[in-house]
Structures are given as structure tokens and as C-alpha cells.
């Protein structure tokens, strides 16, 4: 079994493997069920690339990302990553 904080440090480990940017925060851990499956849902937020935003659109745009990882709680598996969306300010 996979206790949070292992499941952290694998979407951690996941994350500088999938993604460009940094520094990665961690911003909410949840446990859910996810497709029959208990999982750690871990939000890890990083830097946007606002150079890939068009310019009008930077103006309102959030400063960083949000990306969630669920990682099963049996095995460590990483059985998704997802955006997660932020409300509006």
C-alpha cells in the first residue's frame, strides 16, 4: 500500500518526467476513486509558458499550471494525469 507521502513524490518524480517547467509545488492531495479504483489525487502546480499563450489572452492569464496526478493507493501506478482547471479570481 501506498501512503501519501510516497504517492507525492511519485507524481513529483512523474512530473519533471512528463513536463517541462519547474519548480513543482504541491498545491492538494484527495483521495477518490478513480474508474473502480482507490487513488491519491495529487494537484501539483508549475510555471506556465506564457511565450506559448497567445498575447492577448496573457493578459488574464494564471502565472502557473495545475496538473493532477492519480497514483493507485495499492500499487503506485500512475493511472492518470490530468489539467485541473482553476476557478476564476
Aim: proline letters at 4%; charged letters at 35%; a negative charge.
Amino acid at each position: 500500500m501506498v501512503d501519501v507521502k510516497q504517492a507525492v513524490e511519485i507524481a513529483k518524480v512523474k512530473a519533471r518526467e512528463m513536463l517541462t517547467g519547474g519548480p513543482y509545488n504541491l498545491e492538494e492531495i484527495e483521495r477518490e476513486s478513480y474508474r473502480d479504483r482507490d487513488v491519491w489525487s495529487i494537484t501539483i502546480s508549475f510555471p506556465r509558458d506564457l511565450h506559448q499563450v497567445p498575447s492577448v489572452a496573457r493578459l488574464g492569464a494564471d502565472p502557473m499550471q495545475y496538473k493532477r496526478f492519480l497514483i493507485d493507493v495499492e500499487t503506485g501506478e500512475l493511472v492518470a494525469m490530468k489539467l485541473r482547471e482553476v476557478a476564476s479570481r
